[in-house]
């Protein structure tokens, strides 16, 4: 079973349909023993951090999180709380990854949020075993996390290099969104599902 964890960010239907077509079914779930019992779990994420992180700790799903061996994938705004700090809400995350999330600076010539697709280079970790150098994913976020020894791909927007995806141990998590990136999305996803 692959459980998609439930906690009131948006973009869950997205993920459910990204797994079917891959020929997986997921559970969107906030139960803590369904996520536990999951072989696979997936924390996906459109929406604000302070809120998300609040949800989290309500459900005490942030304890649940922190303690899982499986393989599991954070999208997005659940990369980013897989995280120590994010600046968006001065928002004290997981600690999986002992990075700060930081807002893109305004006014240097460029729209925030970047939105759209964008190249991913660098490439390392197991999700992107399948995945050609310079391949374009679809990002849409305000924040990032920098560089670090943990990123697993890179993506560059308005002269900034940032983490596109980071690995630790069971715990991976892309900037982007597999589930809208279409064949370099699927392949990601595919890693994650099946070659992992």
């Known amino acids: 079973m692959i459980a998609v964890i439930q906690y009131g960010a948006g973009n869950v239907r997205s993920v459910l349909s990204a797994l079917r077509r891959l020929g997986h079914e997921g559970v969107l779930t906030d139960a803590p023993d369904t996520i536990r019992k999951a072989e696979r779990v997936i924390f996906p994420g459109v929406g604000e951090a302070s809120s998300a992180m609040a949800a989290l700790r309500e459900r005490g799903l942030d304890e649940v999180i922190s303690s899982l061996e499986r ?44 939105m759209g697709w964008n190249g991913i280079s660098a490439l390392g970790g197991r999700l992107f075993a399948d995945v050609d150098e310079e391949s374009y994913a679809y990002f849409v976020h305000s924040y990032y996390v920098p560089l670090s020894p943990f990123t697993a791909a890179r993506c560059s927007y308005d002269g900034i290099c940032f983490s596109a995806a980071l690995e630790r141990g069971n715990f991976m998590g892309t900037q982007f969104h597999p589930e809208k990136s279409g064949s370099v999305g699927e392949k990601v996803l595919a890693s994650f599902l099946e070659a992992i």
């Open 71 to 114: 393989p599991f994938l954070g999208i997005c705004l659940g990369m980013q709380m897989m995280c120590s700090f994010s600046e968006e809400g001065d928002t004290e995350g997981l600690g999986i990854f002992p990075e700060r999330v930081m807002r893109f600076p305004s006014g240097r010539g460029c729209k925030i949020p970047h």
